[in-house]
């Protein structure tokens, strides 16, 4: 199916580049014919990357070894699902899964945007189409997934068996999906600047869509974590690898720009800020790729090294020369209707929470590149680890914590002191209650107690609002309570899914303070000893080595190791850990006949993990002493690690709520409201004047 | 004071203190990377290398892993093809080191001129760099 | 050879699907004119930018504010003063644009034939109060009474309210109204 890929991929070029210039052209002169023309080559463009796509699906599931992309990541023994996701498991499949993405929401984008917003079209065709251009063609002239071997093997080499994994066969599509979605988005920034609408219309226009890509990262990030913790074997989700980090810094500046837009939506504010928001965002997600495919950074990730790294860099460069130029040619545009009325309103706290993102933002890009930056100026590499982000980026974490229940509970303009006593009573009560209890306890560890108190304030300044709100509607509309929950939902999606998001936020925090409690023990066993450890929750844990089982399954040889584990003498678990070699066949046949397997990639290993909401038992094999039964052990305890996934599970609800279509109010409704509200006041005001 | 100013203030205090922090972190916490002939290079003209954080960038020698299971002891060679540096590391390291693999050793050099790690990170690649089989043949 | 085929169909229907529309006349140019037309068909209300939809949609905000407490009675009560002549001079404002428009155009003929109907007459004093009238106005200066249409109600020139033809009194305030109309003066 090559040639039809490499056609598709030829047909993708030429429309790419018709429609970024044309779509230019058509929107600068208002031409009708040339709008539509490129209005239909990202449609086409959409259609002819899925032909391209589709050839290489054809390619991996046929096992056409032939084909270098497909010799590279998939064996016959090699499950259909871990089949289909080698798709994006190296550079020029996930550059293809890249512009396929984004070539299918500029499509969405064209047929979904209200006709409204049509002088903007043209120019969001145009910046798609220009994007989707450099990445087919980094796929042309540098990393081609249809290029074809001179020879047929027998076999291919297998997909690494680190991705062989639930987590990771839809962690980086859900990854992609976010930082593909970005461009949409900035396609309106710039299209907005382009064609000198720079009123709020564009913000209005992408509000779905910078919700949509919001949820995917934080989503696909999410599934990395998790898939780093299940596969890694090293017992953590997060290791400020600089791969994680590219992935962490446009969702930091996603989240400043969704809340930004607010202000400018309600305030007329912060113009330029939100423009230059999205815009960095759309490039740390092109940061984000290129760190990820150019291995730029040495990390554990640094996926290959080739000179693919020098098309993002000029890409990189020149999207920045453009940018700075549109924007500064664009600037009297872009005044400020509002201005700040108090320190004390809600439009200050998002300021301060902006703030605190992009500084966080800064803060990490700084970390990650600071080995190349210590090389030019000192000309030694001096590198950051963990330690470094953990100190920065926790004070700055509890900040945005803190704001996370102090915005909600401030009105916007300016608050009085009479209202912010009111509302703040009952949350800062609470967590002056958890604060005395943990002082009591002779709580040691710092940042944690301070992420619990704050996590307590948040969560009561959240329910708060739910309960005032409903009771509210019980008052003014004679509704019962839980008709008047789901209406405050569905009447204001956007302000109570947002506080859904924010509650998952809060057990993403209250997650990462277990791991201030972690404790490990690493220790060699023969079958039947044991071996202790105690969890900070004041359990004893008692280990014992049961055997070790050696077996052959599908792709791999299998070690394993089980231990059965008792928490307090009663038992809560028989966790397996596994050693897994895998290997390729060098015959065509399935299943592989014995000794013909060769191995290939080093042994990986599957850790076992118990999980509750209290901690995580995460069970290392680590290997096997010569000749013995004896293994060796790393035992983990990591608390409250269940609440991360929780996290992401309530975020994911919040983010749903909000972006449901249709639903909510019915539209004619609220207008009769409206129209019937405005006759009564112009009567109010005349009895008044008369 | 305008509300303005007072913003103004306000992230001025904080940017000073992420300033602060960073500047803090990277004095507190950075090391030196750096490849063994390099470390050697340096040890030879400055005494304070020793007893400092460091991680080495290289390769692991063929035939120096020695492996001591019941303790979790490991002991081997890490070399950049000039300059050699015994590594003692005990706990478990990742399934991907073996003998030639590319390794990164955190860790300090003690007076005797062997390095204490802390931590041994191995380079994996997504994509395990192999010849296909039969190439030579065609070729 | 099937797939060389199916490459060159792909081609040739995404081109001309592309190029399709270049062959067509082209038609007037998309740009905006100077001024858009009022925006009040709006479909989501956040998004109109219609100053009388923003102001209400305020309103309604700032109601539920107070109903949950984020506002105090005081800043309720400012915030919705504000808002509320906000709306009510962008509610005004559109009924004027509105009646502009439909009043002008088409009759704007009629309007002017008006006006000089009224200039033409020469009156020399105001029908309703009887004052002298400055040559060709159309207003009278002293009750306000339009002069452009002869069936104006009479009104009071003291206190503005409408009278029935013959009154010799005002209803309202109890002013005497001349009796004594030069008929020629009036209608002449």
Redesign the interface.
């Known amino acids: 199916m090559t040639i039809l890929g490499q056609i598709a991929l030829g047909l993708g070029l030429l429309l790419a580049t018709w429609g970024a210039v044309v779509g230019t052209i058509g929107g600068i002169r208002g031409r009708p014919e040339l709008i539509d023309s490129a209005r239909r080559a990202v449609f086409a463009l959409f259609a002819v990357i899925g032909v391209a796509a589709l050839s290489l699906l054809v390619a991996l599931l046929t096992r056409d070894f032939n084909v270098e992309y497909v010799w590279s990541y998939t064996s016959r023994q090699l499950p259909t699902v871990y089949t289909i996701s080698a798709f994006w498991a190296g550079q020029a499949g996930s550059l293809l899964f890249w512009t396929l993405i984004l070539t299918g929401f500029a499509a969405a984008a064209m047929w979904l945007t209200s006709s409204r917003y049509e002088r903007l079209m043209p120019y969001v065709g145009a910046v798609t189409c220009a994007v989707a251009l450099f990445f087919i063609a980094a796929m042309l002239f540098s990393a081609n997934p249809f290029d074809r071997l001179p020879f047929t093997p027998a076999d291919g080499n297998g997909l690494n068996p680190q991705l062989q994994n639930p987590g990771m066969a839809i962690h980086p599509p859900m990854l992609y999906l976010g930082y593909v979605s970005i461009t949409i988005p900035f396609a309106f920034a710039v299209a907005a600047l382009m064609s000198r609408q720079m009123d709020a219309g564009w913000v209005h226009a992408i509000r779905k869509w910078t919700l949509l890509s919001w949820v995917f990262l934080s989503v696909g990030i999410t599934l990395g974590m998790w898939w780093a913790y299940v596969e890694l074997g090293w017992g953590g989700y997060w290791a400020w690898d600089p791969v994680e980090n590219a992935s962490f810094l446009p969702w930091l500046t996603m989240t400043a720009f969704l809340h930004s837009v607010m202000i400018q939506e309600k305030r007329g504010m912060l113009k330029k800020w939100n423009i230059v928001l999205v815009m960095l965002s759309f490039l740390l997600s092109i940061f984000g790729t290129f760190i990820t495919r150019s291995g730029v950074i040495s990390s554990v990730h640094s996926f290959t090294q080739s000179n693919l790294g020098y098309f993002f860099l000029v890409f990189l460069v020149v999207a920045c020369v453009f940018l700075a130029w549109l924007l500064w040619s664009r600037l009297p545009g872009l005044e400020s209707e509002g201005h700040l009325e108090s320190m004390v309103s809600r439009e200050a706290s998002f300021l301060f929470n902006n703030l605190l993102l992009v500084g966080m933002a800064f803060v990490i890009l700084w970390g990650t590149l600071f080995p190349i930056i210590s090389e030019l100026i000192q000309g030694v590499q001096v590198t950051v680890g963990p330690p470094f982000f953990n100190r920065v980026t926790t004070p700055i974490g509890l900040g945005l914590l803190a704001l996370t229940g102090i915005g909600p509970l401030i009105a916007w303009r300016k608050a009085s002191t009479s209202n912010l006593r009111r509302q703040f009573t009952v949350p800062v009560g609470v967590a002056l209650v958890v604060a005395t209890i943990l002082i009591v306890l002779q709580f040691r560890e710092f940042y944690a107690g301070v992420a619990w108190i704050l996590a307590a304030f948040v969560t009561v300044a959240i329910l708060q609002e739910f309960w005032r709100g409903v009771g509210a509607r019980h008052r003014l509309h004679g509704e019962s309570y839980a008709l008047a929950l789901a209406r405050l939902f569905g009447r204001n999606r956007r302000r109570y899914g947002g506080y859904v998001v924010h509650l998952g936020i809060v057990a993403y925090f209250v997650g990462f303070t277990g791991m201030a409690f972690r404790t490990d023990l690493q220790v060699a066993l023969a079958p039947g000893e044991t071996a202790t450890l105690a969890s900070p929750f004041g359990y004893e844990y008692t280990f014992t080595h049961m055997g070790i089982s050696r077996f052959k399954a599908l792709n791999r040889y299998v070690t394993a190791a089980t231990v059965d584990v008792r928490r307090d003498g009663k038992r809560v678990a028989v966790i397996r850990s596994e050693k897994r070699q895998h290997f390729s066949c060098r015959v065509a046949v399935s299943p592989c006949p014995q000794g013909s397997e060769s191995a290939s990639f080093q042994p990986s290993t599957e850790a076992g993990i118990h999980s509750d909401y209290r901690e995580d038992i995460y069970v290392v094999f680590a290997g096997i002493a010569e000749d013995t039964e004896e293994a060796i052990y790393r035992f983990t305890l990591n608390p409250l690690v269940w609440w991360v996934w929780f996290g992401g599970g309530v975020l994911l609800v919040g983010g749903v709520i909000v972006m449901w279509p249709g639903g909510g109010p019915s539209r004619r409704a609220p207008r009769r409201t409206i129209a019937g509200y405005a006759a009564k006041l112009v009567d109010e005001r005349e009895k008044v004047t008369a | 004071m305008s509300?303005?100013a007072?913003?103004l203030l306000?992230?001025g205090v904080?940017?000073l203190?992420?300033g602060f922090?960073?500047a803090e972190?990277?004095k507190?916490?950075?090391?030196?990377?750096?490849t063994p002939s390099?470390l050697a290079a340096r040890v030879a003209g400055d005494s304070t290398m020793y007893d400092v954080g460091i991680?080495i960038?290289g390769n692991v020698a063929n035939g120096s892993i020695d492996r001591h299971?019941?303790s979790?002891t490991l002991k081997f060679e890490v070399t950049d093809g000039a300059v050699s540096y015994p590594v003692v590391y005990v706990?478990?390291v990742?399934?991907?080191f073996?003998e030639d693999?590319e390794v990164?050793v955190?860790g300090r050099l003690t007076r005797d001129g062997t390095i204490r790690a802390t931590n041994v990170?191995a380079?994996?690649?997504?994509?395990?760099e192999?010849v296909?089989?039969?190439?030579q043949a065609?070729? | 050879m099937l797939e060389l085929i199916t490459g060159i169909v792909v081609a040739v229907v995404a081109l001309g699907v592309v190029l399709e529309p270049l062959l067509r006349a082209p038609g007037p140019s998309l740009l905006p004119p100077a001024s858009a037309p009022l925006d009040d068909d709006f479909t989501i209300m956040e998004e109109s930018e219609s100053p009388k939809i923003q102001a209400l949609l305020a309103l309604r905000e700032i109601e539920f504010d107070k109903a949950t407490g984020k506002l105090s009675d005081a800043d309720y009560e400012l915030l919705k003063r504000k808002y509320a002549e906000s709306a009510v001079a962008a509610i005004r404002n559109e009924q004027q644009e509105e009646a502009g428009l439909a009043s002008g155009e088409g009759e704007e003929d009629a309007a002017e034939a008006m006006i000089a109907n009224a200039k033409s007459r020469q009156l020399t004093a105001c029908p309703t109060c009887r004052n002298k009238l400055e040559a060709a106005s159309i207003f009278c200066s002293t009750c306000g009474r339009s002069l452009l249409v002869d069936d104006a109600p009479m009104r009071c020139w003291m206190c503005g309210a409408d009278l029935p033809a013959a009154a010799k009194f005002c209803a309202a305030c109890g002013t005497r109204h001349p009796e004594e109309i030069p008929a020629a003066a009036v209608d002449s």
């Open positions: 509300p303005r007072k913003f306000g992230a904080v940017v203190t992420v922090l960073m972190g990277i507190d916490t950075g090391v030196y990377f750096l390099e991680r960038g299971v019941a979790l706990g478990i990742p399934d991907t073996t693999v990164v955190e990170l380079k994996c690649g997504s994509r395990y192999a296909p089989e039969g190439s065609s070729t």
